[in-house]
């Protein structure tokens, strides 16, 4: 009876732990981070900074990255006027999912609109002032 008794305790057992939640992806503190970007959302900074850790610390462990947490990344540093770095986590979300290689070129794309779009008003603006010095130069 003890035989048996154990063997079914063993099975309850078993059968129990494979139910617990298995985590596939390392998901780092992107729960607490986005709670608290949506309760302050001028905290964009701080928001964009807990995804980068999260996502180095995947990396470095060699865990997978979530569905979503490098296009949500570049999309932050998008945000901030970071085309270049942007487009490097939407390559990296587009080669990680490859379902999202729609979306993700469409990402692309906009990101590289806004960086030659920033490169053609930074040469604007340096032709302006080059301008305005060399006309003040003239005048004097």
């Not at 992107?30 to 999260?54: D, I, R, V």
């Not at 490098?70 to 999309?75: I, K, N, T």
């Not at 998008?78 to 270049?84: D, S």
């Not at 490097?88 to 587009?94: G, H, N, P, V």
């Amino acid at each position: 009876m003890t035989l048996t008794r154990s063997v079914l305790l063993l099975s309850a057992m078993s059968a129990l732990a494979a139910c617990a939640p298995q985590s596939k992806y390392a998901w780092g503190s992107y729960e607490p981070a986005l709670y608290a970007y949506y309760k302050t959302p001028g905290a964009a900074a701080a928001f964009a900074e807990q995804l980068n850790q999260s996502i180095a610390t995947a990396e470095e462990s060699g865990a997978r990255v979530p569905p979503g947490m490098y296009a949500e990344y570049g999309y932050m540093l998008l945000e901030q006027g970071k085309g270049k770095e942007a487009v490097a986590f939407f390559e990296k979300e587009r080669s990680a999912w490859p379902e999202s290689a729609r979306f993700m070129n469409r990402m692309l794309q906009s990101a590289q609109t806004l960086d030659q779009r920033d490169k053609g008003a930074a040469s604007h603006v340096s032709a302006a002032v080059g301008d305005a010095s060399a006309q003040g130069g003239k005048g004097q």
